[in-house]
């Protein structure tokens, strides 16, 4: 048998409850036998005085008869008289001799006697000399025997009850330990052996072993979205993955078969770079995502003005929007600061303008936004394409999820998820709303207040700011 | 140029010492950590290739750092398959001047050691530019062609500087990306071939020689030679 907390645990209360009846169980014992003592010398004292008296007073002859009519008259054995000359002869009393174990002196003395037919144990005597004569008054203390016995077995069984109880409390509660302790191993071994759809059985009430129990579930239920999270990844890794190196090994193969002219070998070959680029790149979009996953980007983060940003990166796009025919604007309140990761901000947004110049008509509109929400530092791409319907919103932001609009459109699916990515390493959110018709993709980030300059804490200057547009378009 | 390779994969060496040679460079090579460290102490090299991670128990970036402490002031570019920004940094900060992500492109190795060696030659920031017919002024930031003055937006001056402080150099589009633009991600449209394209408009359009100039497979360049 295993150690069991729950059985030392209840050993351990069983002693305590010994030791707290031994320490009541003592003193009462002690007092009660010192007062049981002092009475009954006390008493005897009394006794051998009152015959002392007789003694003095009518003499002998008077003692004698005096000791005889008690003898006659007292219930037996309950008092023990004896009178004797100097030779310890016997004249009186219902000793039939003196014991031999009591000297002729006075003073009390416990001896064990015989008593007609039956002994007496430690009979307290007292002896007293008169004259010629000895006197030995005692006791029986039969009288108390039982009580001392019922003492001593009340005290035995109240330690029985104690010790039977604390068992008994012990094995109950280990049972009931034991029963909880052996249905988490089995949850646990469940999962150990890869089902993570377990989880440990909780009851209503809150006792320590229910909150643990509450908490692992809570970890398991975190575990389960990380492993299911990263098995949907590699499985679209997998499968995005599979697609370009089919290309590029069905194109070596034809290559290697063919043997066609040297212009176009090498027109091939250039196509074989071109697929190992995307693979390339899928890679990096991925590793990046997993880094910020991780949460390991916080170490770049600093404070910086999301306005100049945007204006950056609206400024990059521009020349490519025109190519497009889009109107690409941008439009700002006023420096913003706030912390955070430069290079993957950028990312995040140019992502969003890169989306949105795919999706938007030709020609267009799209506008960037930069402004102080409720929420914080809002920025926002805004098109009038055909937006994303309420069902797909979902989907969009999971890995290499591509829409049917974007079929027959470069890239890998990855875009947005990235920005939700860093956006969530931002403690922000990606929203996608409706920008009837068209798509409004919005990132709200947490306004660094330490990093602002007192002129640029005054609150933006409402309308004029906000509304005239400084628009970036290259003439 | 002389140029150190430290790396222990035996085909990547191959196929770069082979193509700098074929630039015109010469290119030793190191396969461990302790010969690199020899050979860049003791030879005279204008470029050093280091990659990161070498078997046994020297490091890259610990061959960098005591380089740098012993004096050596050599340009060294980190090869390194470890992409986070974060290793990046501490790759620039052990002392490397450039680093580079494998799988590489062999253009945009060599379109680096370039740059670096072209910026460890010392660099007049103020001086004027001139690619043939091509001027700028850095400090008036005008523009001229023939005798033509040519008006560019701030960001396009800057990219058309970068170009010709490397002039007859090729320039790949991640150079551009991250020193025009300090963005350090690859956007998924090659919008930096639409700047391109708009410069190409203001500076060759009217003019029977073009200067900026695309090479394939690699990236761009200014030159005044044929």
Redesign the interface.
């Known amino acids: 048998m295993m150690r069991s907390s729950a059985l030392s645990l209840a050993m351990g209360y069983v002693a305590l409850g010994l030791a707290a009846l031994v320490l009541f169980a003592a003193p009462l014992w002690y007092a009660w036998q010192v007062t049981i003592q002092e009475g009954r010398a006390e008493y005897l004292q009394i006794d051998a005085q009152r015959l002392t008296e007789v003694y003095r007073h009518e003499g002998a002859d008077a003692l004698k008869s005096f000791i005889d009519t008690r003898v006659g008259m007292q219930i037996a054995g309950e008092r023990i008289l004896l009178l004797t000359d100097a030779s310890l002869h016997p004249l009186a009393g219902n000793l039939r001799a003196w014991p031999a174990a009591v000297p002729a002196t006075p003073g009390n003395y416990k001896v064990n006697l015989g008593l007609g037919d039956r002994g007496i144990q430690e009979a307290l005597v007292h002896v007293t000399n008169l004259g010629q004569y000895n006197l030995l008054v005692g006791r029986d203390n039969a009288l108390f025997r039982p009580l001392q016995t019922r003492f001593w077995y009340g005290l035995a069984a109240a330690v029985a009850v104690l010790c039977i109880a604390g068992l008994f409390v012990g094995i109950i509660t280990r049972r009931a330990l034991m029963t909880r302790v052996h249905s988490i191993r089995q949850t646990v071994s469940a999962i150990i052996h890869g089902d993570l759809k377990h989880r440990l059985p909780t009851h209503v009430n809150d006792d320590e072993l229910n909150t643990l129990s509450r908490t692992i579930n809570g970890m398991l239920d975190q575990i389960e979205l990380l492993v299911h999270g990263v098995r949907n990844v590699s499985n679209s890794i997998a499968h995005d993955l599979r697609t370009p190196l089919a290309e590029l090994r069905s194109r070596l193969e034809e290559l290697s078969l063919i043997r066609p002219s040297t212009e176009q070998t090498y027109t091939e070959i250039d196509g074989a770079v071109a697929d190992v680029d995307r693979v390339i790149r899928i890679f990096d979009a991925l590793l990046r995502l997993a880094e910020i996953d991780a949460g390991m980007r916080r170490s770049g983060f600093v404070s910086l003005d999301v306005s100049d940003l945007a204006a950056n990166a609206v400024e990059f796009y521009e020349p490519a929007a025109e190519l497009k025919h889009i109107d690409l604007t941008f439009r700002s309140s006023g420096s913003l600061r706030v912390s955070g990761d430069p290079v993957l901000l950028a990312q995040a947004l140019s992502n969003l303008i890169d989306n949105a110049l795919k999706y938007a008509p030709q020609p267009g509109s799209i506008e960037v936004a930069v402004q102080r929400s409720a929420g914080g530092a809002e920025i926002s791409v805004s098109d009038h394409g055909p937006g994303i319907d309420e069902a797909e919103k979902n989907k969009v932001v999971q890995r290499f999820y591509r829409g049917d609009a974007s079929r027959g459109t470069p890239g890998v699916g990855l875009g947005l998820s990235l920005v939700q990515a860093v956006a969530k390493l931002h403690g922000s959110s990606l929203e996608l709303k409706d920008n009837g018709p068209g798509l409004r993709a919005v990132l709200t980030l947490t306004i660094d207040e330490s990093g602002v300059s007192p002129r640029e804490t005054a609150p933006p200057e409402p309308a004029a700011a906000a509304v005239a547009p400084s628009t970036l378009a290259l003439p | 140029m002389k140029i150190l390779l430290v790396e222990d994969n035996e085909r990547v060496s191959q196929f770069v010492i082979k193509g700098l040679q074929e630039a015109g460079h010469t290119a030793d090579h190191a396969a461990t950590g302790r010969d690199g460290m020899f050979l860049a102490a003791s030879e005279p090299y204008d470029v050093i290739i280091m990659d990161r991670m070498l078997p046994g128990d020297i490091d890259g970036l610990a061959i960098i750092e005591v380089l740098r402490k012993a004096g050596k002031r050599t340009p060294i570019l980190i090869l390194s398959a470890l992409?986070?920004?974060?290793d990046r940094i501490r790759g620039l900060r052990s002392g490397g001047d450039d680093y580079l992500?494998k799988?590489f492109?062999f253009g945009e190795l060599l379109a680096r050691i370039d740059a670096l060696h072209r910026r460890a030659e010392g660099v007049n920031h103020e001086a004027p530019l001139t690619v043939g017919d091509l001027h700028m002024d850095p400090l008036t930031r005008k523009v001229t062609r023939g005798n033509r003055p040519i008006t560019l937006?701030p960001?396009e001056f800057k990219l058309l500087e970068y170009l010709m402080r490397h002039a007859d150099q090729v320039v790949t589009r991640t150079m551009l990306l991250e020193n025009v633009?300090d963005?350090?991600?690859?956007?998924?449209?090659n919008?930096v071939d639409?700047?391109i394209?708009?410069l190409r408009q203001k500076i060759d359009a009217e003019f029977e020689r073009p200067l900026l100039r695309t090479v394939r497979?690699a990236g761009y360049t200014v030159t005044a030679s044929e």
């Open positions: 992409s986070e920004v974060d992500t799988p492109a937006q960001r633009w963005y350090h991600f690859d956007p998924q449209t919008v639409v700047h394209s708009k497979n």
